[in-house]
């Protein structure tokens, strides 16, 4: 998973972070409470709709597995979905924040390429 500080969640997009906080700590979900300060953005979603903001958070072959169990939970800004515990993949339904979340992540991407 990479670490850097520029793909940290809690740091790129603090907004999104704080919802996921706020879902996982009304449904009492410790277990996933204390992975989100270390969430690292991996990857863009690769739909290819430009506002969709969706991202992973763990390598998009695991979230294909179709053995591992899967939940998600619905947020303000969209959906948490987890796979065998941990949080792999953020949706980001298309609309105009997903199009900035979109931006943002791939400023962030290409900055980290570099």
């Given at each position: 998973m990479n670490s850097s500080p520029c793909l940290?969640?809690?740091?790129?997009?603090?907004?999104?972070?704080?919802d996921?906080?706020?879902?996982?700590?009304k449904e009492e979900r410790l277990d996933l409470l204390e992975q989100v300060q270390e969430l690292s953005i991996i990857s863009?979603?690769?739909?290819?709709d430009t506002?969709?903001?969706?991202?992973?958070?763990?390598e998009p072959s695991v979230t294909e597995n179709e053995q591992l169990s899967h939940e998600g939970l619905r947020t303000k800004s969209g959906l948490?979905?987890?796979?065998n515990g941990e949080i792999g993949f953020i949706e980001i339904v298309p609309s105009e924040i997903g199009k900035e979340?979109?931006?943002?992540?791939?400023?962030?991407?290409?900055?980290e390429e570099l």
């Open positions: 940290k969640l809690v740091f790129l997009l603090p907004e999104i972070a704080n996921i906080i706020e879902k996982l700590e863009l979603c690769e739909c290819g506002s969709c903001g969706s991202f992973y958070t763990i948490i979905e987890v796979f979340v979109r931006k943002k992540i791939s400023e962030a991407l290409i900055r």
